[in-house]
């Protein structure tokens, strides 16, 4: 076997540095190659129904989920986590399922949340094009929806969402020590069907008291 041959000389100062450069730089690439790695793991990540929606006009927001609570008013002040609330403490009765064409109570929606609907609200900005949109949409299914507007958005339209385990028992006692899981707020410049649709099928139904079945959130109810 022949022995490795060795270097004629040895590198100069110049060679030693530009050598060094190299292996830094060769070094950072990975740490940056790994970071978009980890960055679209999470973009994209599983998780109990999670999404990352793909819109020019709208973004999709997670917050951690505020502990349940029954108010004895709607119009109680209550210090939410997100614009426009997506859980927490809500006014003991819910709105029933459909179309407002006045501006409901943020406390009253949120129970509504709490039933795995989702809310469409609309600033007072909105055009007529897209509230007709709107109606369009929701005339199209409109189980679990609560449509309304809400002057607060000015030229924006919110959806929200709230995601969380089913309470292990009836509802004064089961939200009690329950997880809250996580409120989803969708956030849009402009209607945009294809982002509506999605939040709406990943994140309707899916609160700590759902429903046994979307059907069963008819309008009116």
């Not at 109990?48 to 006009?57: F, L, Q, R, V």
């Not at 949340?113 to 007709?132: A, N, W």
């Amino acid at each position: 076997m022949q022995a490795p041959k060795q270097r004629a000389a040895e590198r100069t100062p110049a060679e030693r540095r530009t050598l060094l450069y190299l292996l830094i730089f060769s070094a950072a690439g990975l740490v940056m190659v790994g970071a978009v790695v980890a960055f679209v793991a999470l973009a994209g990540g599983g998780g109990n129904g999670s999404s990352a929606i793909s819109s020019k006009y709208c973004v999709e927001q997670a917050y951690p989920g505020l502990s349940a609570k029954h108010l004895g008013s709607p119009d109680a002040k209550v210090k939410y986590n997100s614009f426009p609330p997506s859980s927490g403490p809500h006014y003991q009765q819910p709105a029933p399922w459909g179309r407002y064409p006045d501006p409901v109570k943020q406390p009253i929606l949120v129970h509504n949340l709490e039933h795995g609907g989702i809310i469409i609200q609309y600033g007072s900005g909105v055009s007529e094009d897209d509230v007709k949109k709107l109606d369009s949409f929701y005339q199209d299914d409109p189980y679990g929806l609560v449509v309304a507007p809400y002057p607060k958005l000015g030229s924006k339209i919110a959806l929200t969402a709230w995601n969380e385990p089913v309470y292990e028992s009836g509802a004064d006692s089961g939200f009690k020590d329950a997880d809250p899981g996580k409120g989803y707020v969708l956030t849009c410049t402009k209607f945009d069907e294809g982002a509506f649709s999605e939040f709406r099928d990943t994140r309707r139904n899916k609160a700590g008291e759902r429903y046994a079945s979307v059907k069963e959130m008819a309008p009116g109810s």
